[in-house]
Nanobody
Framework: QVQLVESGGGLVQAGGTLRLSCVASGSIFTIPSMGWYRQAPGKQRELVAT???????NYADSVKGRFTISRDNAKNTAYLQMNSLKPEDTGVYYCKAPTVVGDYWGQGTQVTVSS
């Protein structure tokens, strides 16, 4: 069993920055990678970025060059640094931890970017 808790969302103006955090607890030794996803109103949840335990990263084209995913294995925490935010980045951001027994999701944190 894995528990994920996100934090760091909020309201920011276009061009601003936010840093999201996702703390994992429980059977964390089963987590080979972690990822951030987002869901805008009326849209499907989409991949934002992923990072493996070894530090290999992957980004959606829409956030490349603006967002940076990282993780601190000692703190069991993944981060998403979001720079140059745009109104289209608005949505609920979720942390995901895929494991051999299934996918775990956090409760989400709201990010709102005003124009």
């Amino acid at each position: 069993q894995v528990q994920l808790v996100e934090s760091g969302g909020g309201l920011v103006q276009a061009g601003g920055t936010l840093r999201l955090s996702c703390v994992a607890s429980g059977s964390i030794f089963t987590i080979p990678s972690m990822g951030w996803y987002r869901q805008a109103p009326g849209k499907q949840r989409e991949l934002v970025a992923t990072i493996t335990s070894g530090g290999t990263t992957n980004y959606a084209d829409s956030v490349k060059g603006r967002f940076t995913i990282s993780r601190d294995n000692a703190k069991n925490t993944a981060y998403l640094q979001m720079n140059s935010l745009k109104p289209e980045d608005t949505g609920v951001y979720y942390c995901k931890a895929p494991t051999v027994v299934g996918d775990y999701w956090g409760q989400g944190t709201q990010v709102t970017v005003s124009s």
